[in-house]
């Protein structure tokens, strides 16, 4: 599992511009079998609420938050 990819799913799927999941196995270098177990993990291990708008093609979040995949430092 690429963690790179995973953070830059999440990107894309909030800034709404992540195209078809073909399209989307494209921007990633992955095959599209690929995205859907992506976004599986999105889902059901960060609790991720994306769903998918066929008018628009793309996956967008359907609640506000955020998901960050990298180290903060919280030092005080």
């Avoid at 799913?9 to 909030?14: F, H, K, V």
């Avoid at 992955?30 to 992506?38: A, G, H, L, Q, T």
């Avoid at 994306?50 to 030092?75: H, M, V």
Wanted: with cysteine.
């Amino acid at each position: 599992m690429n963690f790179k990819n995973i953070q830059l799913l999440s990107e894309l799927i909030e800034q709404k511009n992540t195209g078809s999941p073909a399209d989307l196995a494209k921007k990633l270098a992955v095959s599209e079998r690929m995205i859907y177990k992506y976004l599986d993990i999105l889902k059901e291990e960060f609790n991720a609420p994306i769903d998918y708008c066929r008018k628009k093609q793309s996956y967008f979040f359907t609640e506000e938050g955020e998901l960050d995949l990298r180290w903060k430092d919280i030092q005080q």
